[in-house]
Antibody, heavy 120, light 111 residues
């Protein structure tokens, strides 16, 4: 069955970097697009980034464009989110999520999330 | 401020029917992009409830249904149960933003 396991979260100071990982199993990243979605404490869901199944196209929310980079390592079936120049308002639980493949990017599987806390 | 607008909260008694609205614009729902719905129970990851406006994934009870018209969409829950108490989010795609957009979420309280 599909499983997504995130890691790499933690506490970091503003301006520093962090890389999140998401180990996928039960499917291959070369067959489906993948998302990162975050949720600040007590707040709603915010889409962060998306990478196409072929890895050729990537899309980002305006709030992270130029600071975050989504990537993958197909040999490890692992998705990444490189987060640079972190800000206090980047504090959130970050979910790795699998795209269903249908129109308008529905997400059919989510990881358990990893908490990123940006604070001085 | 979310791109898609949902009511912050709705409530209903067990057995009743409730609806949750999701209002968009001509850049997303009104442009023909599909709407999806998620249920998030406290302390857990979201779960896909409805996709492509009205399709239920396997395992989702038929008490949940979705519809879309114009620049808005709705999630209806009939035969309300205590276990339905959760946050519900709509999601679509926005051509102006070139990205996925979520509603702000609606907290459903079962009285």
């Amino acid at each position: 069955q599909v499983q997504l396991v995130e890691s790499g979260g933690g506490a970091v100071q503003p301006g520093r970097s962090l890389r999140l990982s998401c180990a996928a199993s039960g499917f291959t990243l070369t067959s489906y697009g993948m998302h990162w979605v975050r949720q600040a404490p007590g707040r709603g869901l915010e889409w962060v980034a998306f990478i196409w199944y072929d890895g050729n196209d990537k899309y980002y929310a305006d709030s992270v464009k130029g600071r975050f980079t989504i990537s993958r390592e197909t040999s490890k079936n692992t998705l990444y989110l490189q987060m640079n120049s972190l800000r206090v308002d980047d504090t959130a639980v970050y979910y790795c999520a699998k795209d269903h493949g249908s129109a308008s990017y529905p997400i059919d599987y989510w990881g358990q999330g990893t908490l990123v806390t940006v604070s001085s | 401020q979310s791109v898609l607008t949902q009511p912050p909260s709705v409530s209903g008694a067990p057995g009743q029917r409730v609806t949750i609205s999701c209002s968009g614009t001509s850049s997303n729902i009104g442009a023909g992009y599909e709407v999806h719905w998620y249920q998030q129970l406290p302390g857990t990851a979201p779960k896909l409830l409805i996709y492509v406006n009205s399709i239920r994934p396997s395992g989702v009870p038929d008490r949940f249904s979705g519809s879309k018209s114009g620049t808005s969409a709705s999630l209806a829950i009939t035969g309300l149960q205590a276990e339905d108490e959760a946050d519900y989010y709509c999601q679509s795609y926005d051509i102006s933003l070139s990205g996925v957009v979520f509603g702000g979420g609606t907290k459903l309280t079962v009285l």
